[in-house]
């Protein structure tokens, strides 16, 4: 197997032979292999042990044939030694039990050393790094601070955001405070895991469409720039990611990132055109599309690469993580199809 | 109380003396005197008592002063005798025992005479319009087909819509089919609420921002305008309204409406340059502003009026329903803010 070097091409916008894709949550139930391992393994069970999350983040690089792997962790993991106490609840998803109101709660929140505090993290990504071999590259990844923000101060998941958007309302100091304390861990997280080999990252900031535009700008912009800017520093590419975003689209781009995430809800070429051609774009198949007959998946593939197919820097992936009912046959369908179809 | 027609005009974009506003859900649990009528009747029974339904609808317009009332009811009552075994399961929200899948499942729905079967909404109708004696108008409502289509394919509510999308892209001459039938029905229902008095009609396609711009010109748009051609003909102001819509305002416009809904997601000026200033719109405030101290709660009306001041046209409410834990003396000092902030 020789390099795979066309996701990282599409990333810096360069020529590539084909379109590269990859799928968030590629890793995921939809597999037997990975729900083979969870039979045995709780979901921070395989996060805390790298070799555990190793074998997970191959599973789709072997299974599927995509063009990139994605570390297998949690975007809440870096939260726990921060002092969150969290619990990935039987089918209900993370259950937090001291979710933060307050000033006071904010300052309990302790500002870690990834190297020393998410070492099983690392290691994970240097194990990956030495199993891939050079022959796909690596993405690291960490939750962006509005996304984690709305986890710790609801508790959990969400529907209406209702207490993430009173704190901001009520006290945008408090607010303030906590987004950048975030930011200031998840910036030395992805610089870590840069460090530890990571070739790419991608911030995930996949609630953040529930904020109009004037609150993205004045909540959350200047702490995910910081991010996007630190990481920019280190020289890998960076994907900024986030569902629901149309109207979000220039502001986004603002905050950074070489790479802007799309989802379906928008076609990818006018989105482009929002963002500008001067940087790249990853998506943007609605994920329910794997659940569709062949052909009709076919026809969807190749309207998005159809819509793709002017400029290089397009990197295929769908409009937000793979659903865990998911015909395991039709993504990896979806591979071929992308390699195919887009070929030069 | 004199006649108060400003809901009216701005619908048909005349000037008025200040801006018009109501609430989606303006009568509901927020409210102590609505909790105070659920303790002793379930949902259903409210809608199918006339008098019921005609007491909570005239709650809010006493209460807070709203410049419309809207009936009270619920968009899945008309599937109820089409042959849908709907249930209102306590904290779950609706619950449909014979989901639809298949073609025989679709054929087997009744295409009703909403002038028979939902005749004790017409008569809610009929007795609001006559408390109302003319000082408010009424709106009647009916959820779009899209709405009620994923309710009965899921089951219920839902998250991915997975269902709802699989019969689309898997059969889409069934989907077709059931699509017709509803907005078959729908079309008639809402002729049947103006001919017993509606003064204005609104349209809810609450979750239709899941799909494409795509999915929705096939799959949606076609069935949606049948309604409002039919509404347009009877001469009364329809409201198109929908969340998640920024990038398929063209396709609602399209598709009909006197008044477009906007969410907060898009700036309030510009969806109605998207929409094109040939229509009303309708919207914009984040339900969850209504949490907000009232300094900031102030801040955010003024905006949206600031927004809209250009040009008649422009109906204040939110981008989506009055949330529960609403407190109600916000919502009441918003009506107050509206009128003050826009007096011409």
């Given at each position: 197997m020789a390099l795979n070097d066309r996701f990282l091409k599409a990333c810096r916008r360069e020529q590539v032979d084909c379109t590269p894709v990859w799928f968030m949550r590629?890793?995921?139930?939809?597999m037997a292999e990975y729900r083979a391992i969870r039979a045995k393994h709780t979901l921070l069970e395989i996060c805390a042990q790298p070799e555990l999350a190793a074998e997970v983040t191959l599973q789709p690089v072997h299974a599927l044939g995509v063009d990139a792997a994605i570390l297998f962790?949690?975007?809440?993991?870096?939260l726990m030694p921060m002092g969150i106490h969290l619990e990935f609840a039987k089918g209900e998803g993370p259950v937090i039990h001291n979710p933060i109101g307050s000033r006071a709660d904010v300052e309990t929140l302790r500002v870690i050393d990834p190297c020393e505090e998410l070492a099983h993290v690392l290691e994970a990504v240097k194990l990956v790094r030495r199993e891939l071999d050079g022959k796909t590259p690596l993405i690291g990844f960490a939750g962006a601070p509005f996304t984690l923000a709305s986890y710790i101060i609801e508790g959990g998941s969400s529907r209406n955001f209702i207490k993430t958007k009173q704190l901001m309302y009520r006290d945008s100091q408090v607010w303030h405070a906590l987004m950048s304390k975030l930011a200031q861990v998840i910036a030395t997280y992805l610089v870590a895991q840069i460090e530890a080999g990571a070739q790419a990252v991608q911030l995930f900031d996949?609630?953040?469409?529930?904020?109009s535009p004037t609150d993205y700008r004045e909540f959350v912009l200047p702490h995910s720039q910081v991010i996007l800017q630190t990481v920019k520093a280190s020289g890998v590419p960076a994907i900024h990611f986030g569902t629901d975003t149309a109207t979000l689209l220039p502001l986004l781009t603002e905050a950074g990132g070489d790479v802007i995430g799309l989802d379906w809800r928008i076609d990818l070429d006018r989105g482009w055109e929002t963002i500008g051609f001067d940087r790249a774009v990853q998506g943007n198949l609605d994920?329910?599309?794997?659940?569709?007959p062949r052909d009709e998946l076919e026809r969807r593939v190749r309207r998005i690469l159809d819509q793709a197919a002017k400029r290089p820097g397009h990197i295929f992936n769908l409009g937000h993580g793979i659903l865990q009912e998911t015909p395991v046959e039709n993504v990896k369908a979806v591979v071929e199809m992308v390699h195919e179809f887009s070929q030069r």
């Open positions: 590629q890793a995921g139930r939809y962790a949690d975007i809440l993991l870096p996949s609630w953040v469409g529930v904020l994920p329910v599309a794997l659940f569709a």
